[in-house]
């Protein structure tokens, strides 16, 4: 189960996601094809509703073209 401060931190790093994945001028369509996955899954990354494994944190930054310490390159408090 996922506390609320949990959730806070996940919605802030999907925003973050959000961010990089818009400044690339990519759809969720196209980063969830170079993730192959669905794009769904992007949303839900990018809402903050799941907590992607090391895994997919890899796949997601290389799909993205960033280094994996970039997707949690965000302000949080």
Same mark, same amino acid.
């Given at each position: 189960?996922?506390? +609320?401060?949990?959730?806070?931190? $996940?919605?802030?790093?999907?925003?973050?996601?959000?961010?990089?994945?818009?400044?690339?001028?990519m759809s969720q369509e196209a980063l969830s094809s170079r993730m192959e996955?669905?794009?769904?899954?992007?949303?839900?990354?990018?809402?903050?509703?799941?907590?992607?494994?090391?895994?997919? $944190?890899?796949? $997601?930054?290389?799909?993205?073209?960033?280094?994996?310490?970039? $997707?949690? +390159?965000?302000?949080?408090?």
């Amino acid at each position: 189960m996922i506390s +609320n401060k949990d959730s806070r931190y $996940l919605k802030a790093f999907g925003k973050n996601i959000r961010k990089i994945r818009q400044a690339s001028n990519m759809s969720q369509e196209a980063l969830s094809s170079r993730m192959e996955t669905s794009p769904s899954q992007v949303g839900r990354i990018e809402r903050g509703e799941i907590n992607p494994t090391v895994s997919t $944190l890899k796949v $997601l930054a290389e799909a993205l073209g960033v280094e994996v310490k970039d $997707l949690f +390159n965000f302000d949080y408090s």
